[in-house]
Structure formats: structure tokens, C-alpha cells
């Protein structure tokens, strides 16, 4: 069982940042895959971008991709999303989650997710 908790999430000013923190607790596997999604009122859950507990390898939507950066910290079990340049549709609840799988995208792959954080860009 993992337990997950965002945290960082808040309104800002198109062009600004954000950098949003999961810390994990409880018996992780080296081999999850840490993943990022949001969801805005009115629209589906979306991938936003994932990394491997074990190695670092990386996945972006392509639209997030030169603006945010997914990172992880293995010694304090917490991952990072770096957001830089946001945009108004940027907006959202944003969910960090947990697969067993490697490279998983899609959220029915992942298992354990979080409360959510909010981040609001306004125009």
C-alpha cells in the first residue's frame, strides 16, 4: 500500500511557475512508475507526465512537453513536477499516482493516487 500526497498547487500568473511535490509513503516498489495527470471541470483525467522510481526514465504530453519537468527524489520518496510558463489551460486538479507498470500512460495503469492539488493560471 502506498499513500500519496500532493502538495504546491496554487494561483498564478500566466508565464509563472509552479512546482508541485508528491510525497510517497509506505512500502514503494523501485520499479513503480510515478505519474502526474489533471483534470479540469468538464474534461477527462489527462497524463501529464510520468518517471521510474528506478532509473529516472521520463514521459511528457506533448503539451507540457519544454515547459514542465518531472523529477524524483528516491532518499525523501517524494516526485516533482517543475512547471514553468503556464498557460490558463494548464488549469486544473492535479493528481500524483502510482503504477506497477513500467511506461504507463493511461490512468486505468495506475493504482495509487492522491488527493489532488489545484493550480489555477489566470490570464
Known amino acids: 500500500q502506498v499513500q500519496l500526497v500532493e502538495s504546491g498547487g496554487g494561483l498564478v500568473q500566466a508565464g509563472g511557475s509552479l512546482r508541485l511535490a508528491c510525497a510517497a509513503s509506505?512500502?514503494?516498489?523501485?520499479?513503480?512508475?510515478m505519474g502526474w495527470f489533471r483534470q479540469a471541470p468538464g474534461k477527462e483525467r489527462e497524463f501529464v507526465a510520468h518517471?521510474?522510481?528506478?532509473?529516472?526514465?521520463?514521459n511528457y504530453a506533448e503539451s507540457v512537453k519544454g515547459r514542465f519537468t518531472i523529477s524524483r527524489d528516491n532518499a525523501k520518496n517524494t516526485v516533482y513536477l517543475q512547471m514553468n510558463s503556464l498557460k490558463p489551460e494548464d488549469t486544473a486538479l492535479y493528481y500524483c499516482s502510482a503504477s506497477p507498470f513500467s511506461m504507463a500512460v493511461t490512468a486505468t495503469r495506475y493504482i495509487y493516487w492522491g488527493q489532488g492539488t489545484q493550480v489555477t493560471v489566470s490570464s
Open positions: 509506505g512500502r514503494t516498489v523501485s520499479t513503480y512508475t
Open positions: 518517471i521510474r522510481w528506478s532509473g529516472g526514465s521520463t
